[in-house]
């Protein structure tokens, strides 16, 4: 954790998310690219209802917490339980975002991470009907735009293939160009917020395509084949990088639940 100066007077206090590198170069590098979509978290005290809350990094008032209960059958049970917050309570709820961050593991391998989010996107939609219609459109539209992220890079390069004859090609150029300059966006942001080696900023940026794609096929995966259980993977074991340990549940059952809890248990 970063220098901490103390909790503001807030019922729910959402800190950044630092991700560290565990036993996947791969899904560390995908962990910056999404450090740079969640830059949106930081206007998320400013909204009527959080988009999403990172359980890794979540303080929640004690009254506020006895009032909602976590039980709940969700997948994303951090970010359910703040909806609830908003919707269920007489009383809007004050929420913040701080600046100070704490330390998360990225996911211990590409498989583990494409499931994680599948579980997310899927979590997302199977909950987001507690709240107002308005909210549903504007979350499910979200989902959707990161889940086609996936193809945003193939549709660039399949439009460039010998033999494919694409209609109003220099318009397909044009647009896909711009479509993935945004890739590289927000790569970049990903890379101001997590401050990596120079290493492996400079492979984040070369890799950028891939690991969009890489960060977006469990979502477009969970959008065609949503989940009905999944499983919760421990903390990898760094010091002796021993594979992670499994427990595997349904959405009517609640996982084992740490106090210090990280990235790829959300």
Not at 49 to 66: C, D, F, M, N
Not at 149 to 176: C, E, K, M, R, Y
Not at 182 to 189: P, S
Request: charged fraction near 15%; aromatic fraction near 10%; proline fraction near 7%.
């Amino acid at each position: 954790m970063s220098a901490f100066d103390g909790l503001p007077d807030s019922d729910i206090v959402q800190f950044t998310e630092q991700p560290r590198r565990t036993t996947s170069l791969l899904s560390y590098l995908c962990e910056i690219n999404r450090m740079g979509f969640q830059i949106e978290q930081r206007g998320f005290q400013s909204v009527s209802v959080p988009i999403y809350t990172w359980g890794g990094g979540l303080a929640i008032r004690s009254s506020i917490e006895e009032a909602v209960t976590w039980d709940y059958p969700t997948l994303i049970e951090d970010t359910v339980f703040t909806w609830r917050a908003f919707v269920e309570l007489p009383e809007r709820p004050s929420f913040s975002v701080l600046s100070d961050t704490i330390s998360g593991q990225s996911p211990p391998s590409l498989s583990e991470m494409i499931h994680q989010r599948r579980r997310w996107i899927s979590g997302s939609r199977e909950n987001n009907t507690i709240l107002s219609f308005d909210r549903v459109i504007m979350y499910g539209l979200r989902d959707l735009s990161w889940s086609v992220t996936a193809v945003v890079p193939l549709f660039l390069i399949l439009g460039n293939l010998p033999g494919v004859d694409v209609f109003a090609w220099q318009i397909h150029q044009g647009i896909s160009a711009v479509l993935l300059s945004f890739v590289f966006v927000w790569v970049g942001i990903g890379i101001w917020q997590v401050r990596p080696t120079p290493a492996i900023a400079g492979l984040s940026l070369v890799l950028a395509p891939v690991t969009s794609i890489l960060h977006s096929v469990g979502a477009l995966w969970g959008l065609i084949s949503p989940p009905d259980s999944f499983d919760v993977t421990t903390k990898a074991d760094e010091v002796t990088n021993q594979p992670p340990q499994h427990y595997r549940t349904t959405t009517d059952e609640h996982p084992p639940r740490h106090h210090n809890r990280d990235a790829n248990d959300d």
